[in-house]
């Protein structure tokens, strides 16, 4: 019979310490960042307070079919976000298709192409109450990195690894 071992977790994220989050994700990288964006949503829905005032998640992928499948989570943060003048809403989700043509998909901002990290961080609003957290491939995980240390502001990765 044979044996799976499991181990974990080993990351954490202190997310409750930052006024703002930025949560980037390549591909399978969204595991975490879609945890984080969907667990923090659910606490405020049901009573909870958070500290963060905004959460960003940005999420890169060939195409948009792996997209589809947290469709439920976009669409519950847009329904209950209505209500809220755009200037207060806290959650926030952008999906880059790098491959395909952009299409639309409820609750999300999809633009096509690669998104541009400096331009993306940029928009923080207070550096040193800000997190810019990431999990992708290496090459995501390293822009991110460089830029979030330019603006002076937290960098947490998360990696998968076998």
């Known amino acids: 019979m044979p044996v ?5 977790p080993f990351g954490y ?3 409750s310490a ?6 980037f994700a390549g591909g399978i990288g969204i595991t975490p960042m879609i945890s984080v964006f969907a667990e923090l949503h659910k606490a405020l829905l049901y009573g909870g307070d958070i500290r963060p005032r905004r959460v960003v998640l940005y999420w890169s992928v060939p195409s948009l079919g792996i997209a589809t499948l947290f469709e439920e989570i976009f669409t519950s943060i847009e329904k209950h976000q209505a209500d809220v003048d755009p200037a207060f809403r806290i959650f926030e989700a952008n999906i880059f298709i790098t491959r395909t043509a952009a299409v639309s998909i409820s609750g999300v ?5 690669r998104p541009c990290i400096r331009d993306l961080l940029n928009a923080i609003r207070v550096p040193g109450a800000a997190l810019a957290a990431v999990c992708g491939p ?3 995980v390293q822009d991110v990195s460089v830029e979030a240390r330019r603006l002076g502001c937290d960098f947490h ?3 998968f690894a076998f």
């Open 157 to 159: 990765t998360e990696e």
């Open 18 to 23: 930052y006024d703002e989050l930025h949560l």
């Open 138 to 140: 290496p090459p995501l």
């Open 13 to 15: 994220m202190p997310f």
């Open 109 to 113: 901002t999809v633009r096509a192409g």
């Open 4 to 8: 799976v071992r499991l181990h974990g």
